[in-house]
């Protein structure tokens, strides 16, 4: 395996190692699509400052349909923004509908990217869960976080390696501390870490702190 | 000024969706975090 320019790579499950620029990723290998539901509060907060610390620790960019502006057509922008990503993931815990309304955001942006045949990684919360809800993936395991945050940082390791050393959990949870206390100065400032603003702010952050604890 | 991580081989720097000063800001804020506990 040739080591190039001392960049970190994507793994697939299966093993079998991404290149920089293979012919199904167009995009910037270092790049990622975070593709998961969005909440103010709770769960999903966490999980997404989990899935940023551990990317950034990583050394791989956290990229987001949160980038998108309003007034932007949202497809054209999800467009891009995926075309400039080596690769994704793609949370796919969130299987319950909100006033009775189901949202499909989610699969619909896993679509994009299988269609695209990039490489994706899925993480779901529960044990053979995701065999029901799309069952269209039998044969991808995805990784189970169980709602813990160490868990999302152990499958981030898992599956995106770091160059020239990948840095160990109890590193990652460190990491993960303090971009959670950034991410809190950055929500009393704006209200929340939910916006383009705010979350291109936390990716900055978090990818600075990485460089401070000399992770990357 | 561009802050961010190296977008491509010709060493240019993108910028991210964020200003030069809210940078610098965030910079701050690290630094605060970092001194804070002690790293």
Known sequence: VSRRGGEPFAVNVGGRRATRRGPRSRGRSTDVFVNMPFDKKGKYRRLLVAYVAG???????????????????????????????????????????????????????????????????????????????????????PKIHGGKVVQVLAGL???????????????????????????????????????????????????????????? | VTVGRPASSVGTLRLFGITPQRAAHIDELVDEIVDADGE
């Open chain 1, 55 to 141: 990317l950034a620790g990583l050394g791989f960019r956290p990229r987001s349909v949160l980038e998108v502006l309003p007034d932007e057509s949202r497809l054209n922008r999800l467009h891009t923004i995926i075309a400039e990503c080596g690769s994704s993931l793609h949370d796919m815990s969130c299987t319950a509908a909100k006033n009775g309304i189901p949202r499909f955001n989610m699969p619909f942006e896993l679509g994009m990217l299988a269609g695209l045949r990039k490489r994706f990684f899925v993480f779901e919360e529960k044990h053979y869960r995701l065999q029901k809800t799309l069952s269209d993936l039998n044969g991808h395991d």
């Open chain 1, 157 to 216: 390791r898992d599956l995106f390696k770091a160059r020239p050393v990948q840095p160990s959990l109890k590193k990652l949870e460190t990491l993960l501390y303090k971009v959670e206390t950034l991410s809190k100065r950055i929500e009393a400032e704006q209200g929340s870490i939910i916006g383009r603003q705010a979350f291109e702010e936390l990716v900055y952050g978090a990818q600075q702190l990485a460089k401070k604890l000399d992770l990357t």
